[in-house]
């Protein structure tokens, strides 16, 4: 399979990082089209290393870690694009760009397998709930990205200490409303999701099962108590961030149990 796109994407990243670096740096944050056109850019070459991918195992290309990791940082960027501008998180991208770089170069350095785990039997229900899986883990990361932007607007706040992220981030209640608003997003695409394994009658291993009920369960009593105003929105952001760094360290393990035997 040819790895241009997908180095091609990760250079866009890389881009996109360095560009907020170098301005940031300058003492300066000025919105413009180098940052946007270096996300879609990469988004679009991540577009065409999965459909290369999936040409090449005939199905989602969703059969090994790399390619986890892969459609993650696809939908990842996907959900950023597409809520950014509505939600005025105009420094999204920021945000997004190290992340995404970050799990991209570990898919590719990493010693991981990249072999597709062949199954005979291709059920739609059990593609479908996988790769709706990783969306809402996609979105559970921007919402993870908005509890972080959340915070450090937060603690400037508290020292009455201005800069240039303070200036332009959003507002802190823009904020803590889109972070509530991707989680109650992510949280219905994997109910929606666990729904269609549940019809697919597919085989579950238990330790798979028990631990992604939990982070199930924990983005469900977050947002339970969120609406019940027993979790305040400085909470909230730092679960999201917490719980989001937890999903990606069992990620690994839900993959290999995921695999047939």
């Known amino acids: 399979m040819d790895a241009l796109p997908l180095v091609g994407a990760t250079f866009c990243f890389l881009l996109s990082f360095g560009y907020t670096v170098l301005v ?32 090449v195992e005939g199905s989602c290309p969703i059969n090994s870690l790399f390619d986890v990791l892969v459609f993650m940082s696809w939908a990842i960027v996907l959900i950023s694009l597409l809520v950014g501008p509505p939600y005025r998180l105009s420094l999204m991208g920021a945000f997004t760009s ?34 709706l899986s990783l969306i809402a883990y996609g979105a559970f990361a921007l919402a993870g990205i908005a509890g972080l932007m959340y915070l450090v607007q937060d603690r400037q706040l508290k020292r009455r200490k201005g800069g240039v992220l303070l200036f332009n981030l959003p507002p802190i209640t823009d904020l803590g409303i889109a972070n509530a608003r991707l989680l109650w997003l992510g949280f219905g695409l994997l109910t929606v999701s666990f729904a269609a ?65």
């Not at 679009?44 to 991918?53: D, G």
């Not at 291993?205 to 983005?219: D, E, P, R």
């Open 24 to 55: 940031l740096a300058g003492g300066r944050f000025r919105l413009g089209a180098a940052n946007m056109v270096a996300m879609a850019g990469g988004f679009l070459l991540l577009s065409l290393s999965l459909w290369q991918r999936g040409r």
């Open 197 to 261: 394994g549940f019809l697919s009658g597919m085989p579950v291993n238990t330790l798979k099962f028990w631990t992604s009920a939990a982070i199930w369960g924990i983005y469900g009593a977050m947002l339970v108590l969120r609406k019940v105003h027993s979790l305040p929105p400085r909470r909230t952001a730092a679960l999201s961030v917490g719980v989001f760094v937890f999903v990606l360290c069992t990620l690994p393990a839900i993959q290999h149990l995921s695999a047939p035997q």
């Open 98 to 131: 190290p992340l995404v770089l970050s799990i991209l170069l570990f898919a590719q350095l990493a010693p991981i397998g990249r072999s597709a785990a062949v199954r005979v039997v291709r059920d739609p229900y059990i593609e479908f709930h996988a790769s």
